[in-house]
């Protein structure tokens, strides 16, 4: 069984939910646990995001609210932060999967932020983007966090099967220099 972590960030209103899920779910015939950890819910400060979150989930879901443009500001610097912080961390492996979400398209008669500028935000992120309303549609969310899930999915069998190589790599190196051919000394 395949344990998938997703951390959910975004300003404080921005139609998250809070704190840490757990679910049981299955997916492509595949069993897994995901958590959803919303790190965000417990801090009032514009810079939720930790070193924390970023180390310990597979892939992220910013949301903003496409009626309030600070929401989206701050899902802009999120983003960044993330990068930012991969880089610290893991190595410098920023390619994680990331999904831009501008929530409560049931408001867009107060509409602050266009879809264009949430589409060219997740283009230079290189992430997905969709505007949803989580308020009317529960099959628009599911749906967004499956496709997330499946690209996580991918990225850690990719991760995985490139950690086998290089290790097989080095491993063959190793075996080389004890058994190989040596050189005579003169």
């Given at each position: 069984m395949n344990d998938i972590k997703l951390a959910l960030l975004g300003?404080?209103?921005?139609?998250?939910s809070d704190s840490l899920y757990h679910k049981r779910l299955s997916i492509d015939g595949r069993q897994l646990n995901?958590?959803?950890f919303d790190?965000?819910?417990?801090?009032?400060?514009?810079?939720?995001?930790?070193e924390e979150p970023v180390d310990w989930a597979d892939g992220f879901v910013v949301v903003y609210n496409i009626s309030d443009r600070t929401s989206f500001i701050n899902a802009k610097n999120i983003l960044r932060q993330i990068r930012e912080a991969r880089v610290d961390n893991c190595k410098g492996e920023?390619?994680?999967p990331v999904c831009l979400v501008g929530n409560k398209q049931d408001l867009c008669h107060a509409r602050q932020v266009c879809e264009d500028e949430g589409r060219c935000l997740a283009q230079e992120n290189r992430c997905h983007f969709q505007e949803?309303?989580?308020?009317?549609?529960?099959?628009?969310i599911a749906n967004l966090f499956t496709q997330l899930i499946r690209q996580v999915m991918e990225h850690l069998k990719y991760r995985a099967d490139r950690r086998r190589y290089?290790?097989?790599?080095?491993?063959?190196k190793l075996i080389n220099n004890v058994f190989g051919k040596r050189r005579k000394s003169v």
């Open positions: 300003s404080p209103g921005a139609g998250k995901l958590e959803v790190p965000c819910s417990q801090s009032s400060g514009a810079r939720c995001i930790l920023t390619e994680v949803v309303s989580a308020a009317e549609s529960y099959q628009d290089s290790g097989s790599k080095s491993m063959a």
